[in-house]
């Protein structure tokens, strides 16, 4: 059964740094090429697209809003995703969760990932 399961959330204060990871465990992932993403869903607000990375690491893209504070990376061979965030803000506090897509593009919609963690909470305080 595949699982994606993320740590590495907390609370900061702004201008801060976390760096959260998401273990990804069962056959797609052993066997399958698969994309991963970062999304984030604040109270009230819908799921959205953070950053996501292709199977090589050699494609990755990002939501305008993290650029230049946020990195996207990934360990394949142990399937591990990560997510260095830098120069945190108050408007970054949200669920983060990892996800994934047996496919050799980078999708950035949620609708277009099938596996998804439990998510991992990230607060920022001013």
């Known amino acids: 059964q595949e699982q994606l399961v993320e740590t590495g959330g907390g609370a900061v204060q702004a201008g801060g740094s976390l760096k959260l990871s998401c273990a990804a465990s069962?056959?797609?992932?052993?066997?399958?090429?698969?994309?991963m993403g970062w999304f984030r869903q604040a109270p009230g607000k819908e799921r959205e697209f953070v950053s996501a990375?292709?199977?090589?690491?050699?494609?990755?893209r990002y939501a305008d809003s993290v650029k230049g504070r946020f990195t996207i990376s990934r360990d394949s061979a142990n399937n591990t995703l990560y997510l260095q965030m830098n120069s945190l803000k108050p408007e970054d506090t949200a669920v983060y969760f990892c996800?994934?897509?047996?496919?050799?593009?980078?999708?950035?919609?949620?609708?277009?990932?099938?596996?998804w963690g439990q998510g991992t909470q990230v607060t920022v305080s001013s």
């Open positions: 069962g056959r797609t992932f052993t066997y399958y090429v698969y994309a």
């Open positions: 990375i292709s199977w090589s690491g050699g494609s990755t």
């Open positions: 996800a994934a897509r047996r496919t050799t593009i980078v999708p950035t919609s949620p609708s277009l990932y099938d596996y």
